[in-house]
């Protein structure tokens, strides 16, 4: 932690979410520490996975979920420097489309009987992919990072997380074996159960 007092020139480069919060001493769930109040300006110091290090203006710096931290917008780079979009939706449009037409292609051979059922589910094992669209707004699962992002056309934002900072992932689960005598069936195959989270529309603006 850094002492009081020692965070000269501030230049704030995030602020903290509407509903605050939870902060740790460390990287580490077993060490909270106080919660940050809501709007409050931080520089982000640096990325440990999902979490980052915060430094206030008063010098006190904290872990948080940094998936959480809405970015401030920041003056046009100078000295010549190419312009750059934070949060790009393109990205994660692009990869999203690409696995939607995997599965696209999946099924249709499964239909003109280029695969069999027991292929089929071979060839999508661990594909996941989330988009919801709603005139200019968009949801979009990013599983890299364990996030559901929101978008309207320009950026994307943070909408929710499916899990804590420092969560470790989900455990792909291996292809089963060969069933020579035709007892495979997609029931016997465990997955995580799917959860429909209610959550209030981003206001407009």
């Known amino acids: 932690m850094t002492s009081p007092g020692q965070a000269a020139d501030f230049r704030p480069t995030h602020i903290v979410p509407q509903d605050g919060l939870p902060a740790w001493e460390t990287p580490d769930l077993s060490r909270p520490t106080a919660a ?5 300006p931080v520089r982000l110091l640096s990325r440990r996975g999902e979490w ?20 401030v917008p ?13 949060e790009d939706p393109q990205p994660l449009l692009t990869r ?15 239909a003109s009987g280029r695969l069999d059922p027991e292929s089929f589910r071979r060839s999508l094992r661990g594909l996941r992919v989330g988009v919801v669209v709603d005139g200019e ?3 979009l699962f990013d599983e890299t990072a364990g996030r559901w ?15 804590g900072p420092g969560a470790p992932p989900v455990p792909q689960t291996p292809p089963p ?7 495979g069936d997609v029931r016997d195959v465990p997955h995580e159960p799917t959860k429909i989270v ?8």
């Open 96 to 110: 999203c489309a690409e696995e939607l037409e995997r599965y696209r292609r999946a099924v249709t051979d499964l």
């Open 137 to 139: 707004s968009v949801w």
């Open 36 to 40: 940050l109040d809501a709007f409050l």
């Open 198 to 205: 209610d959550l209030p529309r981003p206001e407009a603006g």
């Open 74 to 86: 920041q003056p046009p780079p100078t000295g010549g420097r190419p312009l750059t979009r934070v």
């Open 149 to 163: 992002m929101y978008g309207d056309g320009s950026r994307l934002a943070t909408y929710a997380v499916v899990a």
């Open 177 to 183: 074996e060969a069933d020579t005598e035709g007892r």
């Open 52 to 71: 980052g290090e915060i430094l206030c203006a008063n010098g006190w710096s904290a872990w948080v979920d940094g998936r959480l931290l809405l970015a």
